[in-house]
């Protein structure tokens, strides 16, 4: 019963390089999101996708790009890494019926 | 845009007693869905309780209970007979119902005290 999944948990990034969050589900939701979370703070939506090949951009989405070309993945890629992209990655998807997100376990990531 | 406001960055209850965490939203539309998540120190985000807008029945669930107010646009979360695992960070959330955008508020941490 994996829900959603998200790879890596951990990450050390030097300022400049990039890498690419992985987000998978298995629930067959057509929504789906990815959100930042810094130190004490809310959620704050980077991108969202309604479908398999849409997407769009949430409130923070500089910096950062998607992608969805199957319903289970939603990769996030980040370019040149800044420091102020340290943060924790939430992924998730949402159940059309209901309207409730469900949450990968989050990814922290660094930036030094 | 839709906002979600939560006035009370920390609130503190005694173990048994009763804590309400409150929640307004801003939205110019009519049918939506209102939820309260829970953020325990692993990180994981757990739904709480759910309430549709349309719905004039307030939502319960076990101790959990919300007291919608759609004219006043106020969610406010109510715990009973808290409970120490009740402790995290507990976050409002306002959802569209088209689902093309899913707004948080900032969160309220709560602490239980044994």
């Known amino acids: 019963n994996a829900g959603v999944t998200q790879t890596p948990k951990f990450r050390i990034l030097k300022i400049g390089q990039s890498m690419t969050l992985q987000c998978a589900q298995d629930?067959?939701?057509?929504?789906m999101y990815w959100y930042r979370q810094d130190p004490g703070m809310g959620l704050k939506l980077i991108y969202y996708?309604?479908?398999?090949?849409?997407?769009d951009k949430g409130e923070v989405p500089n910096g950062y790009n998607v992608s969805r070309s199957t319903t289970e993945d939603f990769p996030l890629r980040l370019e040149l890494a800044a420091p102020s992209q340290t943060s924790v990655y939430f992924c998730?998807?949402?159940?059309?019926?209901?309207?409730?997100?469900?949450f990968g376990e989050g990814s922290r990531l660094t930036v030094l | 845009a839709q906002t979600v406001t939560q006035s009370q960055p920390e609130m503190s209850v005694q173990e048994a007693e009763t804590v309400t965490l409150s929640c307004t939203y801003d939205t110019s539309e009519s049918d939506y869905y209102l939820f309260w998540y829970k953020q325990p120190p692993s990180r994981q985000m757990i739904l709480v309780i759910r309430q549709e807008a349309y719905k004039q029945q307030n939502a319960t669930e076990n101790r959990f209970s919300v007291n919608f107010q759609k004219a006043a646009k106020s969610f406010s979360l109510k715990i009973s007979d808290s409970q120490l695992g009740d402790a995290a960070m507990y976050f409002c959330a306002y959802d569209r119902r088209t689902g093309n955008q899913f707004y948080f508020g900032t969160g309220t941490s709560l602490t239980v005290i044994p």
């Open positions: 996708s309604v479908g398999a090949g849409i997407t």
């Open positions: 629930m067959n939701h057509n929504y």
């Open positions: 998730a998807s949402r159940m059309a019926y209901t309207g409730e997100l469900f």
